[in-house]
């Protein structure tokens, strides 16, 4: 036998329904498109705010990481620069001195 998982909004609500003339929809109840980051399939549908959460902050886990990478990188040529900057001034006030300026 088979169980059946039905998944409920812990406010009790609908995201969108009918009432009257008028559709009531939850402010939560948004569209989202793009890639799923998990299984890299294309993404175009709506859902709760609320439930989108964890898929959303493992991509903005992602995009930290490939910012990290970056700044380090750009940190460690900014490094390399300056030391080399540093033994050509290093050289100059050596030939500086020994030329008894």
């Known amino acids: 036998m088979e169980i059946k998982t039905v998944l409920i909004?812990?406010?009790?609500?609908?995201?969108?329904?009918?009432?009257?003339?008028?559709?009531h929809r939850c402010a939560w109840y948004t569209k989202l498109s793009g890639t799923n980051p998990n299984t890299g399939e294309m993404l175009d549908e709506h859902g709760c705010a609320m439930?989108?959460?964890?898929?959303?902050?493992?991509?903005?886990?992602?995009?930290?990481?490939?910012?990290?990478?970056?700044?380090?990188?750009?940190?460690?040529?900014?490094?390399?620069a300056n030391q080399t900057s540093q033994q050509i001034l290093l050289a100059q006030v050596q030939q500086g001195l020994l030329n008894g300026n």
């Open 9 to 23: 909004c812990p406010l009790v609500a609908k995201c969108e329904e009918i009432k009257g003339d008028a559709i």
């Open 51 to 80: 439930s989108w959460m964890p898929m959303l902050m493992i991509e903005n886990s992602m995009q930290q990481r490939s910012t990290s990478a970056a700044v380090e990188s750009f940190r460690n040529e900014m490094t390399a």
